[in-house]
Each structure stands twice: as C-alpha cells, then as structure tokens.
C-alpha cells in the first residue's frame, strides 16, 4: 500500500499525483540507492514545479515513510493548498495588503508573520518555494491555525511576481533597517505589496531591485533591528490604519 505515513507520502503514483495537485509537496527524498523504474520522471516533474527533493539513505525513508515498501521516493506534503497568484489577486478587494516573505528561515517566524498577516486584514501571503520555510505542523502551531484563514502562494520567481503585482496596480514596498521613509508618514498606496527580507541576509538584490519604495521604523535607544514578525506587524497595521481599513 503507498500512501501516507502522517505529514508523508510514499510511492511513485502517489507521489507523481500530489504534484500534478500544485502547491501540494514541499519537498521530495528518494533513496540513494533507488533503482526504481518511475523515480526519475517524478524527480523531472519535482523540477518543473520548483519542489526541492533531496537523496537521502535508505533508512532515512524507511523512517519518514513509516515502512519498506515506499519504492524508493517519500514527499513531505504541505498541510494546506497553496493558492495560485491568479486566485488569491481575483480575490483583493479595491483596498488590499499583500505580505511578501523572501526566504524565511524560521518556522516560528512564518507562523507569527502569517498571524501578523491575517489580525492585519492582509488579503494572502506569497513565500517563495526555495530557499525559506514551508508550511508544516510547526509552522501550523506558531500561527495558532490562522494560516487555514488566509490565501498563500507559492512563488518560484519572487522578481517575476512583483513585476506581476504592480502590473495589478500593487505599490511594492519593503522595509529596511538601513533606512528609507518612515512607515508612520509613508502615503500608503490603496494595495500595498509588503516584501519582508530573510532573518540574517535581508532582501536578495534581484528582488529589491524590483520594490518601488523602501519603508523604515524609527528605533529609539540605540536598536538597529526588529524581530522580523515584529517589525511587519508595524508595518502591516500602520498601513491598515492609514488607508482607513480599521
């Protein structure tokens, strides 16, 4: 029987079936050893969809999977559906808040960002699907469940989508600790695309090179930095606030 194993599933035809259902597995292993006939179409298929897959030993499989009898591939599968970016901007009101997350690191964080997002009145969060966390239990938990009430969107190109945004008439904004105008006198557009930088590195290059404004909050004392979740939750309220949506 391949089928799942909790937040697993093992086999190739379930495996090949949760990706065609997009947005569905965060990430995929196969077994180092594997020979089985199949693994290699779905490791092209992982490619297509931008879903990372990783070579792990036998063992490790057998564990994920909860049994042998996996065919040599295990998926990691997301606990909700990822939205298309076509649904979630059919779905923005004339008003809108979008948070952006490049590479978040910290489940914790993710989770704190996506509750943030939705107490903020957001209308979805885009993460990007390399290089930062996914949605798992652990993210589940840190959002206290808020994460079933908010669309989120999975994005292979990060870049491509902002310019995809401002084509909808999102003004893309991002906050820098290093400087820019004041998120309490910014005249905050009606849809405002927030992009958040990841914990240690920030924005990538490429990605700020395509954000119209870089936003700051003032710090007193001598601080140079907010907790991530922190700092957008300033951000997403005082944006709200200040178009009228509280």
């Keep these: 029987m391949h089928g799942m194993a909790g937040k697993f599933i093992h086999g190739i035809n379930a495996v090949s079936e949760a990706?065609?259902?997009?947005?569905?597995?965060?990430?995929?292993?196969?077994?180092?050893?594997?020979?089985?006939?199949?693994v290699s179409a779905v490791i092209t298929t992982a490619k297509e969809c931008h879903v990372r897959f990783d070579f792990v030993p036998q063992a490790k499989l057998?564990?994920?999977?909860?049994?042998?009898?996996?065919q040599g591939i295990v998926a990691a599968i997301s606990p909700v559906s990822y939205a298309s970016l076509e649904v979630c901007l059919s779905q923005c009101p004339p008003k809108a808040t979008l948070l952006i997350l490049d590479q978040i690191q910290h489940p914790?964080?993710?989770?704190?960002?996506?509750?943030?997002?939705?107490?903020?009145?957001?209308?979805?969060?885009?993460?990007?699907?390399?290089?930062?966390?996914?949605?798992?239990e652990d993210v589940v938990r840190a959002s206290a469940g808020t994460l079933f009430h908010i669309p989120i969107v999975l994005c292979g190109n990060l870049a491509?989508?902002?310019?995809?945004?401002?084509?909808?008439?999102?003004?893309?904004?991002?906050?820098?600790?290093?400087?820019?105008?004041?998120?309490?006198?910014?005249?905050?557009?009606?849809?405002?695309a927030l992009v958040m930088g990841n914990e240690t590195e920030g924005l990538r290059p490429g990605v700020k090179k395509e954000t119209d404004l870089s936003v700051t909050i003032p710090l007193a004392n001598g601080l140079d930095s907010l907790n991530v979740a922190v700092a957008a939750g300033i951000a997403l309220f005082q944006s709200s606030v200040a178009r009228g949506l509280f």
């Design 19 to 38: 990706l065609r259902a997009e947005g569905m597995v965060n990430r995929i292993y196969v077994a180092k050893e594997s020979r089985a006939h199949g």
């Design 62 to 70: 057998n564990e994920l999977a909860g049994t042998h009898e996996h």
């Design 108 to 136: 914790k964080n993710l989770g704190l960002l996506i509750r943030t997002a939705v107490g903020a009145g957001a209308s979805g969060v885009l993460l990007t699907s390399r290089g930062g966390a996914l949605l798992d």
């Design 160 to 192: 491509q989508t902002l310019r995809t945004l401002k084509k909808a008439n999102f003004w893309v904004y991002t906050l820098d600790v290093s400087g820019g105008e004041s998120v309490f006198k910014v005249n905050w557009a009606d849809r405002c």
